[in-house]
């Protein structure tokens, strides 16, 4: 049921929704959560059908137009977004700025907003051709950007974007190609990279795209919009766990100390979550994680690696998934469970998970603030539940 806010406003009241639990901030058509059900529609596909049968500029067309491309119309895309693949050569100086052992996250944050200090054909939003170029860019040049990211991180030199290859296959290649070798891409890496993108490319209000919204709402412009969701993903409770995941079987470190592990993330009096599992909407698997599930028991099949981390992961989620605390509390694994051993699989570093998801999501933040400008939209102001002093007199300071 749905309660207007009119009616709310009209006699006197507005709500009090920490996290905003029960409000919905806005009418959307991208994508469609039953959190009950576990399951998860873009534009009405399901997940499981877009990871298995799309492909990850496919579902951004998707997302960003309503519809899937016919043939021609899926060129087209590929075409363009190719086409935008290179960043200004300037740009590099921001990432020079940085010390090399910033957090890709960090010098994301940065980067992205910088865009709009250098593509001022692309920073009107009441012109629909600025949102358009300004959609695509963002989603071509988001690899290149990653990838810089981490290259700066290790000290090689960037790698200029292949528009001879895929947009997984280009991002891998710019991620582990020096001037001196090339990157062969395997193709089961590759592919494994594009169904990761497609998994995370949009899942409605969450934190980072009610950032990109509420940021969007005022007026500011596209670059520094996405740059906001980039800051809100980085958190742990929401992208920053996959690189959470991996830092805590790290710490758990061997099979024997499950229990002891379990324990503490039990325990009230103790901080410790048990990363990748829980979710404020899903309240059944998360139906990204069993896709995740499989494609991660692919890769490692494929690539014949044997991962201890993998293994204590799985021992990990069997003693949860039976555990009365995470049964009565309804926490499942959740996307960022399974990632990022995938991506250790393939040999992208940690560091860098948070940035992968960032990239994959980057559609799903844009479709979102396409849509907000396409119809009229209000100002994002929460209001709040006022709990300070009442109004008292000014005292001078030799009188405190
Ligand atoms: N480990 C242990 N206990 C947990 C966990 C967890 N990961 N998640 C929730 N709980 C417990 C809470 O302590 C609480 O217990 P209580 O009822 O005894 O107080 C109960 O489950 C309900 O939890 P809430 O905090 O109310 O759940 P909320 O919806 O606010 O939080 C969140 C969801 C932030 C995702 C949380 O589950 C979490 O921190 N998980 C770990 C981090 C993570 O994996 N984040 C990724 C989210 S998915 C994404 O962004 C792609």
């Not at 766990?241 to 009230?268: H, Q």
């Not at 039976?322 to 009565?328: A, L, S, W």
Request: glycine share 6%; hydrophobic share 40%; charged share 20%.
């Amino acid at each position: 049921d749905v309660i207007d806010v009119k009616d709310v406003l009209s006699n006197g009241y507005f709500t009090y929704d920490p996290g905003f639990m029960a409000t919905s901030a806005c009418e959307s058509k991208i994508t469609f959560i039953d959190g009950d059900k576990g399951i998860l529609l873009h534009r009405g596909y399901p997940i499981d059908q877009l990871a298995e049968q799309s492909d990850y500029l496919e579902t951004c067309y998707l997302l960003l137009n309503g519809e899937l491309p016919n043939a021609e119309q899926k060129v087209a895309f590929e075409k363009l977004i190719t086409n935008h693949t290179m960043v200004h050569e300037q740009l590099q100086f921001f990432y020079r700025g940085f010390r090399r052992d910033a957090h890709p996250m960090a010098v994301m944050c940065g980067v992205v907003g910088a865009l709009s200090a250098f593509y001022h054909d692309s920073l009107d939003i009441n012109n629909p051709e600025h949102r358009h170029i300004a959609a695509i860019r963002l989603i071509a040049k988001m690899p290149t950007m990653a990838a810089m990211s981490y290259k700066y991180s290790m000290g090689q030199p960037f790698m200029y974007p292949r528009n001879d290859l895929s947009y997984s296959e280009n991002f891998l290649h710019m991620m582990f190609a020096t001037p001196c070798e090339e990157y062969k891409v395997n193709p089961i890496i590759a592919k494994a990279m594009d169904r990761i993108f497609v998994l995370h490319a949009d899942h409605e209000q969450n934190a980072s795209t009610s950032t990109v919204r509420l940021t969007g709402s005022t007026g500011a412009n596209p670059y520094a919009c996405i740059a906001a969701g980039i800051a809100a993903l980085w958190g742990p409770s929401h992208g920053g766990a996959n690189e959470a995941v991996l830092k805590m079987l790290d710490e758990i470190g061997d099979v024997s100390n499950l229990d002891n592990f379990i324990a503490r993330v039990k325990d009230k009096n103790d901080s410790t979550k048990l990363m990748g599992f829980g979710h404020r909407v899903y309240k059944n698997f998360d139906p990204r994680a069993k896709v995740m599930k499989q494609t991660c028991d692919e890769v490692l099949t494929a690539l014949g690696i044997n991962d201890p981390q993998l293994e204590l992961a799985m021992k990990l989620e069997e003693i949860a998934l039976n555990d009365e605390y995470f049964v009565k509390r309804k926490l499942y694994p959740n996307v960022d469970f399974y990632s990022g051993i995938i991506l250790k699989a393939i040999g992208i570093p940690t560091s860098m998970f948070t940035v992968i998801f960032a990239l994959g999501r980057t559609p799903g933040w844009i479709a979102h603030w396409l849509e907000m400008h396409s119809a009229s939209y209000k100002i994002g102001r929460p209001r709040q539940l006022y709990t300070g002093s009442v109004q008292r007199d000014f005292v001078p300071v030799d009188k405190r």
